[in-house]
């Protein structure tokens, strides 16, 4: 109990940091802290923020069905889960590949039998899903047939009755033009009505057979629930069983144990048959020996080449936007901090400043890329590109130029909040502050370490919280345009893609990267709060 | 116990794991990209079969955004080799464009591309030509149709616009043989106009070719040229009409190949040959068929191409095309048997009457800014196609006895026989590549 | 030679065209140990005065001496203690301190340093709160906080600018008792600007009056004749005190007078209505407050 009392504060000073203030009022509550207040406090921050979602999903769900094009329906939030299960499931198949690859002894005995059993109970699915597809299809080509085969007979019919309507009338006009005579103005006069009456005629004949035409093509393309139901079945199977086949391919034949094993009995047995050689054979299969144990190392030493998945994808952009950011507010601080010590230099500065600040991270990817080739154009012989694919933690996130491409147009797009607030942090430093520093007769960078930064960090981290937020909206554009592994290239990969469900993945991402992008945002939000001093600028 | 169970698994694996001949391997852990079409299928077959591995190979297939990142990657070996349009290479080599030393020994596949047009067009050209308008209108449809749409533009000050994937694509020279087959400029490519537009009655622009069926519901063209899915999917989605294959323009035409740059192939000779086996036998196990004729691996093709990280569109668009059928509309479902083709007809050698065909067509639209003599187109060819790496790694193949004899032209020149297949009967001779330049009416012509 | 002297000094702002002279003319000078307090209405420059004796301003005309030698620039010799604390507010007291200390003594050990530190807070007993921020503290222990970090420069000349003027009535009477006590201690020369009558006269052995700026300069100085130390509880009955205190409150009564009718006439024609007051009633002008207190016999302070 006294334990329970003694955390309450550094419990609420904890949430108040981290921002989380919504959270407050329960803890308050849960101490018996003015119960009234803290259930009305819990409703405003809590339950009308659940229930606003709750509005937008059901919205969302009321609305996706309204809004359809040819190339796809915005997808309702289940399709959207449905989807965000399918990311799931991909990942961890490769997860499971990866893992049988690796396995051995008895692990990989059991992991077998597991798929064996998994896949004979699936196999007889696929011949039903199968079928249910095939059925629901013909249904659906019936239904459409009901629909369709009136209103193409309605349309030959209309389209040969005006045929003849039209080659009637003509017959008729180049009668009447038979009868015109040289002079009689009067008569070519009307002799043009009529054919004007004729060609407004079969303009509108052309127009209702066009809108009939396109009545039929409407209701060919109506699409059925069924048979996406069935397709989505008949996917899931299939993709079952086509990842269980593999499976126990990768437990067995492929398996980095088993190939081993293989191959060093292979070399065994041709060791034995060396000895039973001289002369060129001998020498010939001496070789043949050497190039097999050479091939076994690599053997043991080989990995999975596992495919991306959007996790992977999310935490190597989470790994890029860092690192931009790191680079952004490495150039963005010193020259901030200049900026606000000598406003010659801010004089110098603005115009780069004012200029480079609107440019698009469209624009600055082609020329990053430009310069990370010129200085690392060949990454398989690059010194510190081979580093970092060996370095601990960041080596499996393979850091290659277009990586750091995509990190330094983050860092350009997004160093500019942070240069401004620095350069202004650092100019409006209370004058009081600098006069103790003169009266300590404090040196260059002691004042800079001991006053200036101090005073200014509040503002700077203000800048750097907005310079992550941008970095983060500019990443994925950047991404998306190097083919650098990560979010933005997974969107573009699913726009690609154009599945049924693409759009919905896409939704997912949406999620994903909102997601992402507030807790970066709340982690800035706390090393704000954690620098920030009373009277400070920017507190938030 | 354990050692019981492994060996007789071992035992029936040994033979299969093991190629006959073990390459020295310069590097087995290689990065392949391509393009989200369905005549990639080689290089994912050959991972997901195990082709690649049996080679002692661990490849990553990673897709690239567009042709042109494809490429960079490529000459920076972000990339170890990648899925290019057959005039890529050749483009790259001679400099237009991007300029780097790119090779190629194996051919990926013949055909596979489709001309879709919008929905309105088609009426258009079904007006104008009456035998268009029917549920099954007979092939091939020239674009006789489309000429009276494109000067009623010209006349109202607006041009057709139209969309192919990239400058030096199959696409870009097909779609613009198919215009002047009938009597359209595409337009010409010249020194100052390197978009293609000077003289055009059609415009042709770039666009990648997932984007294709959005951009043209979106009404910025009228038309476009591309792989397979993406003319499946403007039938599927209801936006437009495909209205002829490649391969009415051009039977058995040369589409994608597998490049590698110079320098790579250089450093990895073993690794190469070893990529290219497997290469081969993927493509002889996409266009396996059983004793009537019957492809019977394409639909798990199919199923494997429809994965989110390979071509990703539904397997239900995929399959059309994949299993030898093509849906030009929805009443209209034919079948194409040689829609897609990987293996057969010698297809996956390295043709330099191929590689000369390009050339002429990079020529004959201004590409190729200046004449060049005979013997340039040919000596050309030799710097991008590698017969030799292709047969070193056939007869590997033929001595593990994993292919057969008949299905490699081991004894070529090079040189495809002449053929007139095309949809304007024009022949074309890779030995006389003026001569056939010179033989056409849109276009540059040189005096031999 | 005195051993902090004001030579002719005056100050001015603005362009030449528009110039404000704000002090005119001083002459002042402060011998070694004396404590000086300078007395002024609010607004007459007195910071302007004490910015020159520390250093941080230089005089338009005229010069500052320290020891016979122009002043050249701010230092730890010449510690100031601010107006309004000036402590770091992102250190804590123990650090502000530190500060100042490390500066003063770069040759300490770690723990020499941690001893002065603690000598120093203690000597303003705010040894309890030497881990606070300074926005943790009331204002009190902020300028004790302040003067603590004045102290442990261990300045020549301490210069103490309205130190405690921000106190309530026995907040600032410690704190006097403490600021003599450590000057009866630790003999050293003070110069200290006030508003307050009683707190000159208790505190300086001279008094030096501001008159109204502009053009402010220092009036003829007032010798405080009282033994030390001196007992503020009887000070009251001290006719010394008394006479001192009505004196020193005449002088500036009159100058506020002066200063009035000296006061140019606005040449502007005013509508005939009087302006209203939107100001907060609770702005309270320093001086006339004290004044008002100072000025009545009957209320003791």
Same mark, same amino acid.
Request: aromatic share 8%; glycine share 6%.
């Given at each position: 109990?006294?334990?329970?009392?003694?955390?309450?504060?550094?419990?609420?000073?904890?949430?108040?940091?981290?921002?989380?203030?919504?959270?407050?009022?329960?803890?308050?509550?849960?101490?018996?802290?003015?119960?009234?207040?803290?259930?009305?406090?819990?409703?405003?921050?809590?339950?009308?923020?659940?229930?606003?979602?709750?509005?937008?999903?059901?919205?969302?769900?009321?609305?996706?069905?309204?809004?359809?094009?040819?190339?796809? *329906?915005?997808?309702?939030?289940?399709? *959207?889960?449905? !989807?965000?299960?399918?990311?799931?499931?991909?990942?961890?198949?490769?997860?499971?590949?990866? @893992?049988?690859?690796?396995?051995?002894?008895?692990?990989?005995?059991?992991?077998?039998?597991?798929?064996?059993?998994?896949?004979?109970?699936?196999?007889?699915?696929?011949?039903?899903?199968?079928?249910?597809? !095939?059925? !629901?299809?013909?249904?659906?080509?019936?239904?459409?047939?009901?629909?369709?085969?009136?209103?193409?007979?309605?349309?030959?019919?209309?389209?040969?009755?005006?045929?003849?309507?039209? &080659?009637?009338?003509?017959? @008729?006009?180049?009668?009447?033009?038979?009868?015109?005579?040289?002079?009689?103005?009067?008569?070519?006069?009307?002799?043009?009505?009529?054919?004007?009456?004729?060609?407004?005629? *079969? &303009?509108?004949?052309?127009?209702?057979?066009?809108?009939?035409?396109?009545?039929?093509?409407?209701?060919?393309?109506?699409?059925?629930?069924?048979?996406?139901?069935?397709?989505?079945?008949?996917?899931?199977?299939?993709?079952?069983?086509?990842?269980?086949?593999?499976?126990?391919?990768?437990?067995?034949?492929?398996?980095?144990?088993?190939?081993?094993?293989?191959?060093?009995?292979?070399?065994?047995?041709?060791?034995?048959?060396?000895?039973?050689?001289?002369?060129?054979?001998?020498?010939?299969?001496?070789?043949?020996?050497?190039?097999?144990?050479?091939?076994?190392?690599?053997?043991?030493?080989?990995?999975?080449?596992?495919?991306?998945?959007?996790?992977?994808?999310?935490?190597?952009?989470?790994?890029?936007?860092?690192?931009?950011?790191?680079?952004?507010?490495?150039?963005?601080?010193?020259?901030?901090?200049?900026?606000?010590?000598?406003?010659?230099?801010?004089?110098?500065?603005?115009?780069?400043?004012?200029?480079?600040?609107?440019?698009?991270?469209?624009?600055?990817?082609?020329?990053?890329?430009?310069?990370?080739?010129?200085?690392?154009? &060949?990454?398989?012989?690059?010194?510190?590109?081979?580093?970092?694919?060996?370095?601990?933690?960041?080596?499996?996130?393979?850091?290659?130029?277009?990586?750091? !491409?995509?990190?330094?147009?983050?860092?350009?797009?997004?160093?500019?909040? *942070?240069?401004?607030?620095?350069?202004?942090?650092?100019?409006?430093?209370?004058?009081?502050?600098?006069?103790?520093?003169?009266?300590?007769?404090?040196?260059?960078?002691?004042?800079?370490?001991?006053?200036?930064?101090?005073?200014?960090?509040?503002?700077?981290?203000?800048?750097?919280?907005?310079?992550?937020?941008?970095?983060?909206?500019?990443?994925?554009?950047?991404?998306?345009?190097?083919?650098? @592994?990560?979010?933005?290239?997974?969107?573009?990969?699913?726009?690609?893609?154009?599945?049924? &469900?693409?759009?919905?993945?896409?939704?997912?991402?949406?999620?994903?990267?909102?997601?992402?992008?507030?807790?970066?945002?709340?982690?800035?939000?706390?090393?704000?709060?954690?620098?920030?001093?009373?009277?400070?600028?920017?507190?938030? | 116990?354990?050692?019981?169970?492994?060996?007789?698994?071992?035992?029936?694996?040994?033979?299969?794991?093991?190629?006959?001949?073990?390459?020295?391997?310069?590097?087995?852990?290689?990065?392949?990209?391509?393009?989200?079409?369905?005549?990639?299928?080689?290089?994912?077959?050959?991972?997901?079969?195990?082709?690649?591995?049996?080679?002692?190979?661990?490849?990553?297939?990673?897709? #690239?955004?567009?042709?042109?990142?494809?490429?960079?990657?490529?000459?920076?070996?972000?990339?170890?080799?990648?899925?290019?349009?057959?005039?890529?290479?050749?483009?790259?080599?001679?400099?237009?464009?991007?300029?780097?030393?790119?090779?190629?020994?194996?051919?990926?596949?013949?055909? $596979?591309?489709?001309?879709?047009?919008?929905?309105?067009?088609?009426?258009?050209?079904?007006?104008?030509?009456?035998?268009?308008?029917?549920?099954?209108?007979?092939?091939?449809?020239?674009?006789?149709?489309?000429?009276?749409?494109?000067?009623?533009?010209?006349?109202?000050?607006?041009?057709?616009?139209? $969309?192919?994937?990239?400058?030096?694509?199959?696409?870009?020279?097909?779609?613009? +043989?198919?215009?002047?087959?009938?009597?359209?400029?595409? =337009?010409?490519?010249?020194?100052?106009?390197?978009?293609?537009?000077?003289?055009?009655?059609?415009?042709?622009?770039?666009?990648?070719?997932?984007?294709?069926?959005?951009?043209?519901?979106?009404?910025?063209?009228?038309?476009?040229?591309?792989?397979?899915?993406?003319? #499946?999917?403007?039938?599927?989605?209801?936006?437009?009409?495909?209205?002829?294959?490649?391969?009415?323009?051009?039977?058995?035409?040369?589409?994608?190949?597998?490049?590698?740059?110079?320098?790579?192939?250089?450093?990895?000779?073993?690794?190469?040959?070893?990529?290219?086996?497997?290469?081969?036998?993927?493509?002889?196990?996409?266009?396996?068929?059983?004793?009537?004729?019957?492809?019977?691996?394409?639909?798990?093709?199919?199923?494997?191409?429809?994965?989110?990280?390979?071509?990703?569109?539904?397997?239900?668009?995929?399959?059309?095309?994949?299993?030898?059928?093509?849906?030009?509309?929805?009443?209209?479902?034919?079948?194409?048997?040689?829609?897609?083709?990987?293996?057969?007809?010698?297809?996956?050698?390295?043709? +330099?009457?191929? =590689?000369?065909?390009?050339?002429?067509?990079?020529?004959?639209? =201004?590409?190729?800014?200046?004449?060049?003599?005979?013997?340039?187109?040919?000596?050309?060819?030799?710097?991008? +196609?590698?017969?030799?790496?292709?047969?070193?790694?056939?007869?590997?193949?033929?001595?593990?006895?994993?292919?057969?004899?008949?299905?490699?032209?081991?004894?070529?020149?090079?040189?495809?026989?002449?053929?007139?297949?095309?949809?304007?009967?024009?022949?074309?001779?890779?030995?006389?590549?003026?001569?056939?330049?010179?033989?056409?009416?849109?276009?540059?012509?040189?005096?031999? | 030679?005195?051993?902090?002297?004001?030579?002719?000094?005056?100050?001015?702002?603005?362009?030449?065209?528009?110039?404000?002279?704000?002090?005119?003319?001083?002459?002042?000078?402060?011998?070694?140990?004396?404590?000086?307090?300078?007395?002024?209405?609010?607004?007459?420059?007195?910071?302007?005065?004490?910015?020159?004796?520390?250093?941080?301003?230089?005089?338009?005309?005229?010069?500052?001496? /320290?020891?016979?030698?122009?002043?050249?620039?701010?230092?730890? %010799?010449?510690?100031?203690? /601010?107006?309004?604390?000036?402590?770091?507010?992102?250190?804590?007291?123990? %650090?502000?301190?530190?500060?100042?200390?490390?500066?003063?003594?770069?040759?300490?050990?770690?723990?020499?340093?941690?001893?002065?530190?603690?000598?120093?807070?203690?000597?303003?007993?705010?040894?309890?709160?030497?881990?606070?921020?300074?926005?943790?503290?009331?204002?009190?222990?902020?300028?004790?906080?302040?003067?603590?970090?004045?102290?442990?420069? %261990?300045?020549?000349?301490?210069?103490?600018?309205?130190?405690?003027?921000?106190?309530?009535?026995?907040?600032?009477?410690?704190?006097?008792?403490?600021?003599?006590?450590?000057?009866?201690?630790?003999?050293?020369?003070?110069?200290?600007?006030?508003?307050?009558? %009683?707190?000159?006269?208790?505190?300086?052995?001279?008094?030096?009056?501001?008159?109204?700026?502009?053009?402010?300069?220092?009036?003829?100085? /007032?010798?405080?004749?009282?033994?030390?130390?001196?007992?503020?509880?009887?000070?009251?009955?001290?006719?010394?005190?008394?006479?001192?205190?009505?004196?020193?409150?005449?002088?500036?009564?009159?100058?506020?007078?002066?200063?009035?009718?000296?006061?140019?006439?606005?040449?502007?024609?005013?509508?005939?209505?009087?302006?209203?007051?939107?100001?907060?009633?609770?702005?309270?002008?320093?001086?006339?407050?004290?004044?008002?207190?100072?000025?009545?016999?009957?209320?003791?302070?």
């Amino acid at each position: 109990m006294k334990i329970l009392s003694s955390i309450k504060y550094p419990l609420l000073k904890a949430i108040d940091i981290s921002g989380l203030t919504f959270l407050s009022p329960v803890v308050r509550l849960c101490y018996g802290e003015e119960p009234s207040v803290q259930l009305k406090k819990i409703g405003q921050w809590i339950i009308i923020p659940v229930a606003a979602m709750l509005l937008f999903i059901f919205a969302w769900n009321a609305g996706s069905g309204l809004i359809k094009t040819k190339a796809g *329906t915005l997808p309702t939030p289940g399709e *959207t889960a449905d !989807a965000l299960g399918s990311i799931n499931t991909f990942a961890d198949r490769e997860d499971l590949k990866k @893992e049988a690859y690796n396995l051995t002894g008895e692990e990989r005995l059991a992991a077998l039998a597991v798929a064996e059993a998994q896949l004979a109970s699936i196999t007889p699915k696929v011949q039903e899903t199968t079928d249910a597809v !095939a059925q !629901a299809k013909s249904e659906h080509e019936k239904s459409i047939a009901v629909v369709v085969e009136p209103l193409e007979k309605n349309y030959d019919e209309l389209k040969e009755k005006f045929s003849q309507a039209q &080659d009637k009338r003509k017959q @008729e006009l180049e009668s009447v033009s038979e009868t015109l005579v040289i002079g009689d103005k009067a008569s070519y006069t009307k002799f043009l009505d009529l054919v004007k009456a004729n060609e407004s005629q *079969t &303009d509108a004949e052309k127009t209702e057979l066009s809108s009939l035409k396109a009545a039929i093509s409407d209701a060919r393309n109506d699409k059925s629930k069924k048979v996406a139901l069935a397709l989505s079945m008949q996917t899931k199977v299939a993709e079952e069983k086509q990842f269980l086949e593999k499976q126990i391919e990768q437990l067995t034949k492929r398996n980095r144990s088993i190939m081993v094993e293989s191959a060093e009995t292979n070399i065994s047995t041709t060791t034995e048959e060396l000895y039973q050689l001289t002369g060129a054979d001998a020498y010939k299969k001496a070789r043949s020996i050497a190039k097999d144990e050479s091939r076994l190392e690599k053997t043991i030493e080989s990995k999975y080449a596992q495919p991306a998945t959007l996790w992977y994808q999310v935490r190597r952009s989470i790994l890029c936007v860092f690192t931009g950011f790191i680079i952004g507010a490495g150039i963005a601080i010193p020259i901030g901090i200049l900026c606000g010590l000598n406003s010659t230099f801010m004089a110098a500065m603005t115009p780069f400043i004012a200029i480079f600040k609107p440019v698009s991270p469209i624009v600055w990817l082609p020329i990053a890329l430009i310069i990370v080739g010129g200085f690392i154009p &060949d990454p398989e012989n690059n010194a510190v590109i081979q580093w970092l694919w060996k370095a601990p933690l960041i080596d499996i996130y393979k850091i290659n130029p277009a990586f750091i !491409a995509s990190a330094i147009t983050v860092a350009l797009c997004s160093l500019w909040a *942070t240069l401004a607030n620095t350069a202004l942090g650092v100019a409006s430093i209370d004058k009081d502050h600098m006069n103790v520093a003169r009266v300590l007769k404090l040196g260059f960078w002691s004042r800079l370490f001991k006053i200036v930064i101090p005073s200014a960090l509040p503002l700077i981290f203000a800048g750097l919280r907005i310079s992550l937020g941008v970095g983060w909206m500019v990443l994925i554009a950047a991404e998306l345009l190097s083919s650098s @592994e990560g979010i933005g290239k997974f969107v573009w990969d699913q726009f690609n893609n154009g599945a049924s &469900d693409s759009f919905a993945k896409m939704m997912v991402v949406v999620f994903v990267v909102g997601f992402v992008g507030l807790i970066l945002d709340r982690i800035m939000i706390v090393f704000q709060r954690l620098v920030s001093f009373e009277g400070s600028k920017a507190a938030i | 116990m354990k050692k019981r169970l492994i060996i007789p698994i071992i035992g029936l694996l040994a033979s299969a794991s093991l190629p006959a001949e073990t390459l020295d391997l310069e590097k087995d852990s290689l990065k392949f990209g391509f393009i989200k079409l369905t005549d990639c299928a080689p290089i994912v077959i050959a991972k997901e079969k195990g082709f690649f591995e049996d080679e002692g190979l661990q490849v990553e297939v990673i897709a #690239q955004p567009n042709w042109k990142t494809l490429l960079d990657n490529v000459i920076s070996g972000e990339l170890d080799g990648a899925h290019m349009l057959s005039g890529q290479p050749i483009a790259a080599t001679i400099g237009f464009g991007t300029k780097a030393h790119i090779v190629t020994a194996f051919t990926m596949d013949l055909n $596979g591309n489709g001309i879709t047009v919008s929905n309105s067009i088609w009426e258009q050209m079904q007006e104008n030509d009456p035998r268009l308008d029917s549920p099954t209108p007979p092939h091939p449809i020239s674009a006789e149709a489309l000429k009276p749409i494109v000067e009623e533009k010209l006349d109202d000050g607006e041009k057709l616009q139209m $969309g192919m994937v990239f400058p030096t694509s199959t696409h870009n020279y097909e779609l613009r +043989y198919w215009l002047a087959a009938s009597g359209i400029n595409p =337009g010409m490519y010249t020194k100052s106009d390197i978009g293609g537009r000077t003289d055009a009655q059609v415009e042709l622009s770039v666009t990648p070719p997932p984007m294709m069926p959005a951009t043209l519901e979106a009404g910025n063209i009228q038309g476009y040229c591309v792989g397979e899915p993406w003319n #499946q999917a403007a039938v599927e989605k209801g936006i437009g009409v495909p209205v002829t294959t490649n391969f009415d323009i051009w039977k058995n035409n040369p589409e994608k190949v597998f490049g590698v740059s110079k320098a790579w192939a250089d450093e990895n000779p073993q690794t190469y040959l070893a990529v290219t086996k497997a290469l081969i036998l993927a493509g002889q196990w996409l266009d396996e068929t059983d004793a009537s004729g019957k492809l019977v691996n394409r639909e798990e093709a199919a199923r494997i191409l429809s994965r989110p990280d390979y071509v990703g569109a539904d397997y239900d668009v995929i399959k059309n095309s994949m299993t030898g059928f093509f849906l030009f509309q929805k009443t209209d479902k034919r079948e194409m048997p040689d829609f897609n083709v990987f293996y057969k007809y010698h297809c996956t050698y390295p043709w +330099y009457s191929d =590689g000369i065909w390009f050339l002429t067509q990079m020529r004959r639209w =201004g590409q190729i800014t200046e004449a060049k003599p005979k013997d340039w187109y040919l000596e050309t060819a030799k710097e991008v +196609y590698k017969p030799e790496i292709y047969l070193k790694a056939a007869q590997l193949l033929l001595d593990e006895d994993k292919i057969k004899k008949e299905d490699i032209p081991w004894d070529s020149d090079g040189f495809k026989a002449p053929t007139t297949e095309f949809i304007d009967g024009i022949e074309y001779n890779g030995k006389e590549p003026i001569k056939y330049l010179n033989s056409h009416k849109i276009g540059n012509k040189d005096s031999e | 030679m005195s051993y902090l002297e004001l030579k002719d000094v005056s100050v001015s702002f603005g362009p030449a065209s528009n110039r404000t002279e704000v002090l005119s003319n001083l002459n002042l000078k402060v011998e070694e140990n004396e404590f000086v307090a300078v007395i002024g209405f609010s607004g007459a420059g007195k910071s302007t005065l004490m910015s020159l004796l520390a250093g941080l301003q230089e005089p338009t005309n005229g010069e500052v001496l /320290f020891k016979g030698k122009p002043i050249k620039g701010p230092g730890p %010799d010449l510690g100031i203690m /601010f107006q309004n604390y000036s402590l770091l507010p992102w250190l804590s007291v123990n %650090d502000n301190v530190k500060l100042a200390v490390n500066k003063v003594f770069p040759e300490l050990s770690k723990k020499e340093v941690d001893e002065k530190i603690h000598n120093y807070v203690e000597m303003v007993r705010l040894d309890h709160a030497g881990d606070k921020k300074p926005h943790e503290l009331s204002g009190g222990m902020r300028q004790r906080a302040s003067l603590a970090r004045t102290l442990s420069l %261990d300045p020549e000349v301490l210069l103490l600018d309205e130190p405690l003027s921000a106190l309530d009535a026995l907040t600032r009477s410690e704190l006097q008792d403490q600021i003599l006590n450590i000057w009866e201690r630790d003999k050293r020369t003070v110069v200290m600007i006030t508003n307050d009558v %009683d707190e000159a006269v208790l505190m300086a052995d001279r008094i030096v009056p501001l008159t109204m700026g502009p053009k402010a300069t220092l009036a003829d100085e /007032f010798i405080v004749n009282m033994e030390r130390p001196r007992d503020r509880h009887t000070l009251n009955d001290h006719p010394e005190f008394m006479r001192l205190k009505a004196e020193i409150t005449r002088f500036m009564m009159n100058l506020n007078k002066e200063a009035k009718s000296l006061a140019k006439p606005v040449n502007t024609s005013m509508p005939d209505i009087a302006p209203k007051d939107f100001t907060v009633p609770s702005g309270r002008p320093q001086f006339s407050r004290n004044f008002k207190i100072s000025a009545s016999p009957s209320t003791p302070s």
